[in-house]
């Protein structure tokens, strides 16, 4: 080595061509002389040894402000998920009782339960009834926990009101792909469906604009199989398990997670009376369509 080179030290090691192009634009742009060297592990850049503490700290600070992490698009938190939880324990454990003790002596199961025909025949209440039903405790325990899950986080990102909405909706939504793509014997009832459409929005939203925009491509399809995995591990599982509607439910919620990820501004989801009119909105269907069910099973 010469006696010129024993008076320069080294900035940066292992660099590839592009790398070692891209920091020597920062040393340009601070005036530092520098100079490229093959080393063992790849390209090196070297200063010399009066310049050595400038060029670290300038190639320092140029290394965190255009680090990739992990969030560069982080999710907003609009809301607590406690109201909008409480509200479908509420609803679930009040139509399980109504239903059991047959409540003003009407048959709860058969004005609410999902049944092909009756949806093609304009009953549309029972997309929404059904969602609430229940016959065992252990199949409504289930739900309720999963549900209480998910459901925290739909109302932590998308706010109690617009969050429970949508699931409503998209859960309703998935009941009438069922009841149209079912045989003409095929029952279902529970929130089941409910649940794996805000498991599918909960996956779509976080994807669309989540944790994981600067990362690689394998991180960022993470959740959608993540939710799969989930899909397949809890919603596919009992003898009576409808595998078809749960599946539908992830697929309608997914496609509403899009929808939501792509046309809602945070800004809008921090809105009060928004959100107070979806969550009424919400209520009321779900009052509506019972009233509905119970006059006409009256």
Known sequence: MDERAEQWV??????DEARANELALVLIARSIPHQRQPGSTGLELWVPVEHAAAAAAELGQYRRENARRVGTRPLDLVGSGLP?????????????????????NLDWYGAGMLEPGAVSGAELWRTITALTLHVEFAHL???????????????RYLGVGVGWLAVLVAAAGANALSA?????D??????????FAALGMLVA????????????WRARVAPIVAGLGLLAFTGTAGENTDIGAHFLGFCVGFGGGLVLARGLMPAWLRNRRLQA??????????????????????
């Open 10 to 15: 080294t900035v940066a090691v292992g660099l």
């Open 84 to 104: 909008g939880v409480a509200a479908y324990l509420g609803v679930l454990l009040i139509v399980f009782v109504a239903a059991r003790e047959s409540l003003f």
């Open 141 to 155: 325990g289930g739900n309720l926990v999963f549900g209480a899950f998910f459901g925290w986080f739909v109302g």
């Open 180 to 184: 149209w793509l079912q045989g003409p």
């Open 186 to 195: 095929h029952r279902s009832l529970g929130a089941s469906t409910a649940v």
């Open 205 to 216: 939203y976080t994807w669309r604009r989540g944790f994981w925009r600067a990362t690689p």
């Open 277 to 298: 009119a979806c969550a009424a909105v919400a209520l009321a269907a779900v009052i509506a369509a019972w009233t509905w069910g119970l006059t006409a099973a009256g």
